[in-house]
């Protein structure tokens, strides 16, 4: 018996090995790096002036950080373009999802080559549609001006360039949301919808009040991802707008960009990033206690 003990227990002492490796690459990555920037954020460091030397602050960088108005421009900046990013991907995601369910040819390779949008690498995405928005010879000036209006200078106008943003993203990834929410409306059990039509429910009720809180988990899903990763935007930001006009596209992600990058302030940009890190937080806890996330998956 106690060989036998002895013997479970080096497989088990095996086995637990082969988890090492990845538990330490997971804290090389992930932890070391947070812990550093938290650290980092509490003193002053200019990389480019390497004269000025290291020196400890405390929380003055938060503080500054707080009273600087450029900082709080792109907290709100964040949320406008990420907002309305956002919000007509869900909408758009939920119509095409409703139309994927047809049953008509090749709606299969439909569903296939719909996704293909979310491969492309973003900042081959801004540069596309940066080529789209050109004002002498951009792709939609010269629809606009077949249909008798003048050219317009999207990318010159604060709303502009704001909405020249969400419809790129939109555009790559709306097909992600909606085979998410597609997966839900597919996994609605075959004898609800019969029993709804039994009852008599038109498309509208069953819409609202069948569909809708069946397919909420997937709802909430593609929500949370989409609002995580377009917080973190910066690849068409920097491909179509850099920022501008006038600072009207300089998101946080941009912001910690320019202070660490362009102005070399690490420890500013450090606190900056923890920041933007508590920012997603409380968002995300927001909206799962929006969707009552603790009771919508137990009740599944």
Request: glycine residues 8%; charged residues 10%; positive net charge.
């Amino acid at each position: 018996m106690a060989l036998l003990d002895s013997k479970h227990r080096n497989q088990l002492l095996v086995r637990s090995s082969f988890f090492v490796p990845g538990t330490l690459l997971l804290i090389g990555l992930s932890v070391f790096p947070f812990i550093y920037a938290i650290v980092l954020s509490l003193f002053n460091w200019n990389i480019a002036r390497p004269q000025w030397g290291i020196h400890f602050v405390s929380i003055k960088n938060y503080i500054s950080l707080l009273q600087a108005a450029r900082f709080r421009h792109g907290i709100v900046t964040t949320f406008i373009i990420l907002g309305g990013s956002v919000a007509l991907q869900l909408v758009l995601g939920i119509f095409v999802a409703l139309l994927l369910t047809n049953k008509v040819k090749g709606i299969r390779i439909i569903r296939a080559l719909i996704i293909l949008p979310t491969v492309v690498t973003p900042v081959v995405v801004g540069l596309l549609w940066l080529l789209l928005y050109k004002y002498d010879f951009g792709l939609i000036n010269f629809m606009v001006t077949k249909i008798g209006l003048s050219p317009v200078s999207w990318l010159t106008t604060i709303w502009g360039g704001r909405f020249a943003l969400m419809i790129a993203d939109t555009w790559q990834w709306t097909p992600f949301v909606t085979l998410v929410i597609l997966a839900g409306i597919m996994s609605i059990p075959r004898s609800m919808i019969e029993a709804s039509k039994v009852d008599g429910t038109n498309s509208i009720q069953y819409f609202f009040y069948i569909m809708l809180p069946m397919i909420k988990p997937s709802i909430l899903v593609a929500l949370l991802i989409r609002t995580i990763d377009g917080f973190r935007v910066f690849d068409k930001i920097y491909a179509i707008t850099k920022g501008g006009p006038g600072g009207a596209t300089e998101t946080l992600s941009y912001y910690i960009y320019i202070r660490g990058f362009n102005n070399f302030e690490m420890g500013v940009a450090a606190a900056a990033s923890i920041f933007f890190l508590i920012i997603v937080t409380i968002v995300v806890q927001i909206i799962l206690k929006v969707f009552g996330a603790d009771k919508l998956f137990v009740s599944r």
